[in-house]
């Protein structure tokens, strides 16, 4: 008999793409505004059929930030995010965040113009996406930044040495 490898009551799954351009030696991230427009966020959505889960996340990031990019195939991290209030229906719920590194290439505006895609140092972009959001989420946040910076200049180290 098989069993299902989720378990029963898995959070729904969506894609990010953690956009991020390099300044020298500093990694500079670009988010975008939330639909509600008070917080900020990177550029994501749920994955669509018949493409991969990091081709959702490039074309999350061209519909909601107008950019292009390269993108990694296989994410960086996960993260757990909510949305919604709880005393709005259909209150709050979660999502499971597949992360995934684009290295920013070109930015064409117009795209979802009231998003207000802006570029962010990493300590900047850490403050700002824990800003109106609870504790545990804008830790879950952070830690995506975190994280980018440890991988992006591990990669650096490493393509200085080969």
Same mark, same amino acid.
């Given at each position: ?6 378990? =029963?009551?898995?959070?729904?799954? +969506?894609?990010?793409? /953690?956009?991020?351009?390099? =300044? &020298? !030696? ?15 966020? %990177?550029?994501? &959505?749920? !994955?669509?059929?018949?493409?991969? $889960? @990091?081709?959702?996340? #490039? +074309? #999350?990031?061209?519909?909601?930030? &107008? /950019? =292009? ?5 296989? $994410?960086?991290?996960?993260?757990? $995010? @909510?949305?919604?209030? %709880?005393?709005?229906? !259909?209150? *709050?719920? #979660? %999502? *499971? ?12 505006? &117009?795209?979802?113009? #009231?998003?207000? !895609?802006?570029?962010?140092? @990493? ?9 109106? =959001?609870? /504790? ?12 980018? *910076? ?9 393509? /200085?040495?080969?």
């Amino acid at each position: 008999m098989a069993t299902s490898r989720l378990p =029963r009551f898995a959070l729904p799954l +969506q894609v990010a793409a /953690v956009c991020y351009r390099r =300044r &020298g !030696p500093d990694i500079e991230f670009l988010l975008v505004n939330t639909n509600g427009g008070g917080k900020w966020t %990177f550029p994501k &959505g749920a !994955p669509e059929h018949g493409i991969s $889960h @990091s081709q959702a996340a #490039e +074309q #999350e990031a061209w519909e909601e930030a &107008g /950019v =292009r990019g390269h993108i990694e195939t296989r $994410h960086f991290h996960l993260y757990l $995010h @909510s949305k919604g209030v %709880f005393w709005k229906p !259909p209150g *709050v719920r #979660e %999502f *499971v965040i597949k992360a995934f590194l684009m290295e920013v290439d070109a930015i064409e505006p &117009g795209h979802e113009p #009231e998003r207000n !895609p802006t570029w962010f140092s @990493s300590d900047d972009a850490k403050k700002i996406l824990a800003k109106g =959001r609870e /504790v545990k989420y804008a830790h879950e946040m952070q830690a995506v930044i975190d994280r980018a *910076v440890q991988r992006l200049n591990g990669a650096a180290k490493l393509n /200085v040495t080969e």
